[in-house]
């Protein structure tokens, strides 16, 4: 019995094989390619065919589609499972191919879809799994069901393509996807970091998991710098990463500890998003010289000379969570603010539970020159008042004072319902009271989600989700 079933796997296979791509001189001798190919989906999803494809990295067809009728079982198991040993010709043996599968109802509807990518050898058998799942909703930024990349778009051409596939010649890292040439980029790891770093015609690092326990020096030249979750940058004292000498840099993804980061210079520039700095026995953050910097989605905390110093050129913050920094002999809280430009903005930012050391200094936000803030949470913060006189605040919530600090205009100064991350818990007052009739507030939070969700956008960091 177990030979005829074999046969029979094997009769079906040839049939089915003859329709897919010829054998060579029509015989299953040493010229072919086998590929034993299983086929698992979930039985509730009442499949009645599987259409079935392959594709060379280029896009071009590794073989013709075919689809394959799926049989009527009284099987009460919840996996379905079908096997099917293909032989194809041996011009696909060493090529790589991605075998995909469609799982289709009686509709006519996709339901399931998987893909695998193998590579064929001359005479002999491969095996390979295709497992079936929901198709995820490409363009949404979450990589699902069987997508590889998802950008948070559905255009070709970025390196995630359409169908939230990888593009040939493309890498791409974390949810959502970032893409780039993969000739202009390398991926490295704590060991290959510093090569990796003299190799100036490579302009984007991927950096895999790990500690990194060496400082970074970035000047004169132009690098993007990502990681996944897990990259950590750490050093016992001094400055983590330093950025000057017209050095233009792009950081993200990354978790820096031990020591702080410093832009210095005219023509030097720092673009950081999704960043957590801290802690550190310094300064998180420190802007000067002329340098510009973007920090976004970001968390700076437990700093002891405190959080920010934006001593510098053009600036934006926006969506950064600024907590428990500075301390009793600090003359920074969270935020100090001692140059702007016209075009600078700090808006949507939750500074709160900071520490100044001297009671002329806002433990909050401080001012030495005019600045505007829009749309900030600044609360309980330690030492000082929330911002000083030269702060120019408005739709922001800022508290708690001591004494009455007479009109607020369009301010807030009520218990803002934080949770322990400082995120906006449902009933606070900073929810839909920001303003963004000037265009200028961001259309994500700090957790990426949109802005806004409600009637009007959330004052701080956090946009509550209208779920």
Request: aromatic share 4%; hydrophobic share 40%; proline share 4%.
């Amino acid at each position: 019995m177990r030979r005829e079933r074999h046969a029979a796997r094997l009769i079906a296979a040839l049939t089915l094989s003859t329709q897919l791509v010829a054998c060579s001189g029509g015989e299953t001798t040493a010229n072919y390619c086998g590929l034993d190919l299983d086929i698992t989906w979930v039985r509730a999803l009442e499949l009645v065919n599987m259409p079935l494809s392959g594709k060379f990295d280029d896009g071009s067809e590794a073989f013709s589609p075919t689809v394959l009728e799926v049989e009527a079982s009284t099987s009460t198991s919840v996996i379905a499972r079908r096997n099917l040993p293909l032989f194809l010709d041996d011009e696909l043996a060493l090529k790589r191919m991605v075998v995909t599968v469609e799982g289709r109802n009686a509709a006519g509807g996709l339901v399931a879809v998987g893909s695998s990518t193998v590579s064929l050898f001359v005479g002999s058998f491969v095996a390979l799994t295709v497992d079936l799942f929901a198709p995820g909703v490409c363009g949404n930024g979450s990589i699902e069901g069987t997508e590889t990349c998802d950008d948070n778009n559905t255009a070709a051409g970025d390196g995630c393509a359409d169908t939230c596939t990888l593009e040939q010649d493309w890498l791409c890292i974390n949810t959502p996807s970032v893409c780039f040439p993969e000739d202009n980029t390398a991926v490295v790891g704590p060991a290959s970091l510093a090569g990796a770093l003299a190799d100036t015609s490579k302009a984007v690092l991927f950096l895999g998991a790990g500690r990194y326990n060496m400082s970074l020096q970035l000047s004169a030249r132009s690098v993007t710098i990502i990681g996944v979750p897990g990259t950590i940058f750490e050093v016992s004292a001094g400055v983590a990463i330093n950025i000057s000498s017209g050095a233009v840099v792009t950081l993200s993804g990354l978790t820096v500890r031990g020591g702080g980061i410093q832009i210095e210079g005219a023509g030097t520039s720092a673009q950081m998003s999704k960043m957590t700095i801290g802690p550190s026995d310094g300064t998180g953050i420190t802007l000067s010289d002329g340098a510009a910097l973007r920090l976004s989605e970001s968390r700076v905390f437990n700093h002891e000379l405190g959080g920010l110093l934006l001593d510098g050129g053009n600036y934006r913050v926006e969506n950064v969570i600024v907590q428990a920094n500075g301390g009793a002999g600090s003359s920074i809280g969270g935020v100090r603010i001692v140059s702007t430009t016209g075009t600078s903005r700090f808006v949507n930012n939750t500074v709160a539970e900071n520490l100044v050391g001297t009671a002329s200094t806002a433990a909050g936000v401080h001012c030495v020159e005019a600045a505007g803030l829009k749309n900030n949470l600044v609360w309980a913060n330690f030492g000082g008042a929330p911002i000083s006189a030269l702060c120019d605040a408005e739709h922001s919530n800022l508290g708690p004072y001591e004494e009455d600090p007479g009109p607020l205009g369009t301010n807030l100064s009520m218990d803002p319902r934080l949770s322990p991350d400082l995120h906006l818990l449902p009933g606070s007052p900073c929810i839909d009271a920001g303003d963004d009739t000037d265009g200028t507030a961001p259309g994500i939070d700090i957790d990426g989600e949109p802005r806004p969700q409600g009637d009007a956008i959330d004052i701080g960091a956090d946009e509550v989700s209208a779920q």
